[in-house]
Antibody
Framework: QVHLVQSGAEVKKPGASVKVSCQVS????????IHWVRQAPGKGLEWMGG????????IYAQEFQGRVTMTEDPSTDTSYMELTSLRSEDTAVYFC??????????????WGRGTLVTVSS | SYELTQPPSVSVSPGQTASITCFGD??????ACWYQQKPGQSPVLVIS???KRPSGIPERYSASNSGNTATLTISGTQTMDEADYYC?????????FGGGTKLTVL
């Protein structure tokens, strides 16, 4: 049973960067595809990117290209999502999740509890 | 870019059947998934690959996907089913979520 534990809430100023972690338990990180999804207050789910098992590389949503970096540390089974040049619109809850089933019909299950990132001057 | 369109809200009386639609161009040629999200909680997978129900999800949840529309159906809706529901699909190697539908049970 995969379990995802995310890091705590962050408050950042505009222009700063934030790095959110997601630690996997119950499974080995290298055998999973971890993806990141965010949700602004009162808004819907927005996919940011994640590891593609087919392409063997990390894929990013176009909206975040150049501003987001997703990395992994297999020694601690931890995945990281770093977002730079933060602006107020980046205030959101950031979720990590595992994707099973690949890129043709994969599903997100389970999800971490989410990390609130607040961007405010 | 590919879009999935859901109605913002759906209302249903307890015990009745709720249907939530998700529209996308040739969505039936892709796999659709559905997630339930209650206030302050993380999303939970309720349907994968068009119609597969994960273990632990009640049998009253079912779904279909054909043409341009995927549909999530909740039979015998209960008050505990009140939540936001999101559809999701893959397009050209990227993930798309619908805008979400707030299901009200009253």
């Amino acid at each position: 049973q995969v379990h995802l534990v995310q890091s705590g809430a962050e408050v950042k100023k505009p222009g700063a960067s934030v790095k959110v972690s997601c630690q996997v338990s119950g499974y080995t990180l290298t055998k999973l595809s971890i993806h990141w999804v965010r949700q602004a207050p009162g808004k819907g789910l927005e996919w940011m990117g994640g590891f593609s098992s087919e392409e063997r590389k990390t894929i990013y949503a176009q909206e975040f290209q150049g501003r987001v970096t997703m990395t992994e540390d297999p020694s601690t089974d931890t995945s990281y999502m770093e977002l730079t040049s933060l602006r107020s619109e980046d205030t959101a809850v950031y979720f990590c999740s595992t994707v099973f089933g690949g890129q043709r019909g994969g599903w997100f299950d389970p999800w971490g509890r989410g990390t609130l990132v607040t961007v405010s001057s | 870019s590919y879009e999935l369109t859901q109605p913002p809200s759906v209302s249903v009386s307890p015990g009745q059947t709720a249907s939530i639609t998700c529209f996308g161009d040739k969505l039936g040629d892709k796999y659709a998934c559905w997630y339930q999200q209650k206030p302050g909680q993380s999303p939970v997978l309720v349907i994968s690959q068009d119609r597969k129900r994960p273990s632990g999800i009640p049998e009253r949840y079912s779904a279909s996907n054909s043409g341009n529309t995927a549909t999530l159906t909740i039979s015998g809706t209960q008050t505990m089913d009140e939540a936001d529901y999101y559809c999701q699909a893959w397009d050209s190697g990227t993930v798309v979520f619908g805008g979400g539908t707030k299901l009200t049970v009253l």
